[in-house]
């Protein structure tokens, strides 16, 4: 017996949506609503350069998806969410399509962002040390001053500030609480929604199309050795991917959210120090078409053996209950 046919997923827009003719949905067994940042962007220059998650995604079933990411570097922060107003629509509105579920790529950038904020906003690199009285708050970003380093015992963990993460897990945990609170305000209520985590990027300087690098200046200023920028890189990743996990896990509060651990999918790194395409990323923290097809190829297994399950309705949140009651 030969392998199993797969239908790479057909991807439109809210404007594809809007055309006259429009499209029609009726013809896919999945219909799936996409939002996110520049993992999921459609603009022709990303296609051809680093690709992304949406079009390496491939089912055993026709299956479509209307991405809102749009055609920039898609959405800088989670909360921005509140902000896209097709993807609201689509979300909440009453004569939105029957979706069977909703796709996102959330959460980097803002891991990225906290990782960004200095100490002090002079601080550069070579710089002497800012007195402790001036610098950020702690629980404002996510790496420590030279001055406010652990001992060399703590590893890595030495460079990162809890202080900092606990705020910017508390701030995702929010959001996406109220993300499914849209989702069960429409036709999409109760069904599934995907989210990825993310691979672990090289801190290098690879930037591309005017933007970046965007770790390696950060790691930088902050003087951390570079000997140890791959781990400090590794364990904000999986900071990020082990709350993704843990909210998932939480069904009371987070009915409905299947979380894929991206980090675990097998990557060829990028070089230390290169400046352009190295292994499978196209810049420091973009995949390129090969990068993309690993982890879209998992990611759609999960995604389709979760529609496969999703013939009943999914329980209420204890919110819900009170609400409908």
Not at 55 to 76: R, Y
Not at 152 to 176: C, D, I, K, M
Request: charged fraction near 15%.
């Amino acid at each position: 017996m030969g392998e199993q046919l797969l239908d790479h997923l057909a991807c439109f827009t809210p404007g594809d949506l809007r055309s006259n003719p429009a499209p029609t949905l009726d013809g896919y067994r999945w219909r799936l609503l996409a939002q996110g940042d520049s993992w999921f962007s459609n603009a022709a220059a990303k296609l051809d350069a680093h690709a992304n998650l949406l079009q390496e995604l491939v089912f055993k079933q026709p299956a479509a998806a209307v991405n809102c990411a749009g055609q920039g570097e898609g959405l800088a922060h989670l909360v921005d969410l509140q902000a896209q107003p097709d993807f609201v629509r689509l979300l909440t509105g009453a004569d939105a399509p029957t979706w069977d579920g909703v796709l996102l790529s959330v959460g980097g950038n803002d891991l990225i962002a906290a990782a960004r904020v200095l100490a002090h906003p002079e601080t550069r690199p070579g710089q002497d040390p800012t007195p402790a009285a001036e610098l950020t708050p702690l629980q404002l970003r996510l790496l420590r001053h030279q001055t406010e380093w652990g001992p060399p015992s703590h590893g890595v963990a030495r460079y990162f500030s809890e202080p900092g993460w606990q705020t910017l897990a508390a701030y995702l945990s929010a959001n996406l609480r109220h993300l499914l609170s849209l989702r069960d305000q429409g036709p999409a209520a109760g069904k599934p929604v995907f989210m990825h985590c993310y691979a672990v990027p090289m801190p290098r300087p690879a930037g591309t199309e005017g933007a970046g690098p965007w770790l390696y200046p950060a790691f930088k200023a902050y003087n951390i050795p570079s000997a140890d920028w791959a781990a400090v890189s590794r364990l904000m990743v999986m900071h990020l991917a082990q709350l993704l996990k843990n909210l998932a896990a939480d069904t009371a509060a987070y009915p409905g959210l299947h979380v894929f651990d991206s980090t675990a999918v097998p990557l060829a790194l990028a070089t230390p120090g290169s400046a352009g395409i190295s292994g499978d990323w196209y810049n420091e923290i973009h995949l390129n078409h090969s990068g993309s097809f690993k982890i879209a190829r998992a990611w759609s297994e999960h995604i389709e053996a979760v529609l496969d399950r999703a013939g009943l309705p999914l329980p209420r949140s204890p919110a819900q209950s009170r609400a409908r009651s």
